[in-house]
């Protein structure tokens, strides 16, 4: 049966109002706090040896964000990839739970709105609450490189930081989605967040270095036979490993902030035949390379949270 | 349906699985009026507020509130009816003026016109001094209160109240049965939910009460203890003299006689016997005094269900 009016009635509202909520949050601010103050400290580090290596690259700025330290071990991407996520999940986990938890939802909901307008609202909120801060650490980043370094990022290189920050924001997205998936599912916050968070190390943690090879062996035998490496063992666990946003996230930053990276995963010889080894590849090719992780993170993001969204239209409503 | 009925239901069913929760329900409530809804837990109550509110799918049957059908034009019904449910939640971080704000912009009410209201309401519920304070520090009294502002706010034309008043003390209960005939004298129409049956009785025009998904029974509380108690007229007796409740019960028309203790006697009728009564008595006994009761729904309520629990 067709309902009549909108289905976005009130969704600005929602979003007002759930942006406010998220800034007013100290969750946030622990995390954007830790963000920032690391981020700076690793690009404070890699501005040091760039000083004394100043005419080794012509993209400075990317070693601002790619460079580790012997004293301060991660680099800016590392950092961003660990803590993007977190922050995510802390915009995300109590957003449909915390409504029923605080008994807020049949109230909200008896108002002139639509279920769809309340958690599109809330997604849309999360991802600008991440972009909007995200936003503010990568201009802070080139503000600080402009000071330090003395010299403006060329064309390229901002251009190629841009896909990157839009690349960060879909994995962002991609982590706002699962923690409201499971703010639905569990109808509670701290259920939520522990399943969301765990899911997160699980992917960080275990599912490159262990699970994918583990279930690439169960599905394409052994890494070698007495030829060497299997190349159907090598695509597999490939294939698994990108279903891992991190996995995703970190080719993506390879390829756009390594220009030199001119493939993502198994180059054969025949490959490289021709190709000067060490020389930049144009922005548009690294694009061109990074195309199908970027789609694929984005396309993640919308079909978990086009999950949560149908788990949520066919919840009974009674809190 | 006449012209000012404001919700109108007919058969209305909601199924869970093979589990019935609301079986053909039909209802009908006008402008202005008060009208409970009783029941034990599970009986179906919220299923058929929710179900009223657009908020749940009925499985069958039909609902009209404020003009609109509930499952095509719920936004329309939202519009014009406002909803308190049982310990109704708010944004602990919020004050109450910002937690209503939310709802005004939900409502699409423009910010004058809301500023305006806000005022107003918060007046009406006592709430004016806390206008800014965070509702972390609000009472649970003080919760319901905001949120019957909320739907005073909105000038809905129903106002749906879900056991409004399960978790407030006697003073703030008698406060907010005060204000909830103050809905009724603007021309609200008021369904509420209630396991209290004294407040329900003292502000209700009419009753319907619910068992295992259906309503059994409704009218007003005389209808009722008409149909359950055997007498819609409730006479209390004050009187002296040799076996008097063998003598009450031979004037016809009396249904039952009950001893009160001292001198006192109430007695059920099937109609208003005080003329015959205060004949009867004054010619065999000293008459003390003599008055209507109202029949009292706690005995309504608990000589059905006995009869229910009996049959069984």
Known sequence: MRRRGSPWTGIGAVLFKETADHFSGWLVWIIVALLFLTAFAAAYAAINTIRQTIG?????????????????????????GILVPLMAIALGFDAVGGEFSRRT?????????????????????????????????????????????????????TVRMLGFLVATIAYG????????????????????????????????????????????????????????????????????????????????????????????????????????????????????????????????????????????QRQEIRA | MAGDVVIWAEGLAKRYGSTIAVERVDLEIRAGEIVGILGPNGSGKTTTILMLLGLTEPSA??????????????????????????????????????????????????????????????????????ARARVAT????????????????????VAILDEPTAT???HSTREFLAMIRGLKADGTAVLLSSHHLDQVQSVCDRVALFARGRIVLSGSVTELARRVLGGGYVIDVEARGADLRTRLLAV???????????????????????????????ASAELLGLRFAEPSLNEVYTRYFDEVRHAA
């Open chain 2, 61 to 130: 049957g039909r609902a009209v509130v404020a003009g609109f059908d509930p499952l095509r034009e719920p936004l329309e019904v939202k519009r014009r009816v406002g909803y308190l449910p049982d310990q109704v939640g708010f944004y602990d971080w919020l004050s109450a003026r910002d937690n209503l704000a939310y709802t005004a912009r939900l409502m699409g009410l423009p910010r004058r016109e809301f500023d305006a209201r806000f005022a107003v309401a918060l007046e009406r519920v006592g709430l004016a001094e806390w």
């Open chain 2, 252 to 282: 016809p028309g009396v249904v039952r006689v009950q001893s009160l203790g001292g001198d006192r006697y109430r007695i059920d009728c099937d109609s208003d016997l005080r003329a015959e009564l205060a004949r009867h008595l004054a």
């Open chain 1, 173 to 312: 997205g991609v982590w706002l989605a699962v923690a409201m998936l499971f703010s639905v599912l569990f109808r509670a916050p701290a259920p939520a967040f522990i399943a969301a968070a765990a899911l997160w190390l699980v992917f960080l943690l275990f599912w490159n270095a262990d699970i994918a090879p583990l279930v690439a062996t169960l599905f394409a035998g052994p890494p070698q036979d007495i030829f060497g490496p299997r190349l159907a063992y090598i695509d597999a666990v490939q294939a698994l490993t990108r279903l891992s946003p991190h996995t995703l996230y970190g080719e993506i930053a390879l390829a756009l902030l390594h220009p030199s990276t001119r493939a993502l995963g198994l180059v054969f010889l025949s490959q490289l035949q021709g190709a000067i080894l060490g020389a930049p590849l144009p922005t548009l090719e690294s694009f061109l390379l990074i195309w199908p992780q970027l789609a694929g993170l984005v396309a993640g993001m919308i079909a978990i949270f086009a999950i949560a969204y149908v788990a949520f």
């Open chain 1, 56 to 80: 080794e690259s012509p993209f400075l700025f990317l070693r601002l964000l790619t460079l580790r330290q012997d004293q301060f071990r991660w680099s800016f991407i590392d950092l961003v």
């Open chain 2, 138 to 157: 609000f009472s649970r009294g003080m919760r319901q209160r905001l949120g019957l502002a909320e739907i005073m706010i909105k000038e809905p034309s």
């Open chain 2, 168 to 170: 407030l003390d006697p």
């Open chain 1, 105 to 157: 939802m049949s109230r909200i909901l008896a108002q002139p709105i639509y279920r769809d307008a309340l958690i599109l609202g809330k997604f849309l909120a999360g991802l600008l609450t991440l972009g909007i801060c995200l936003v503010a650490l990568w201009l802070l980043v080139i503000g600080f490189g402009l000071v330090l370094l003395g010299v403006p990022p060329g064309g390229a290189e």
